[in-house]
């Protein structure tokens, strides 16, 4: 997936990251 510019994409651990995303409007 992409990362969000400016996040930090390995510093949390892959659901975490999912939530993070989702709740942005991300979508993995």
Do not use: D, E, F, Q
């Not at 400016?6 to 975490?16: D, E, K, R």
């Amino acid at each position: 997936y992409a990362s969000p510019r400016g996040s930090p994409a390995h510093s949390a651990s892959p659901s975490a990251v999912t939530s993070a995303l989702s709740s942005s409007g991300y979508t993995s």
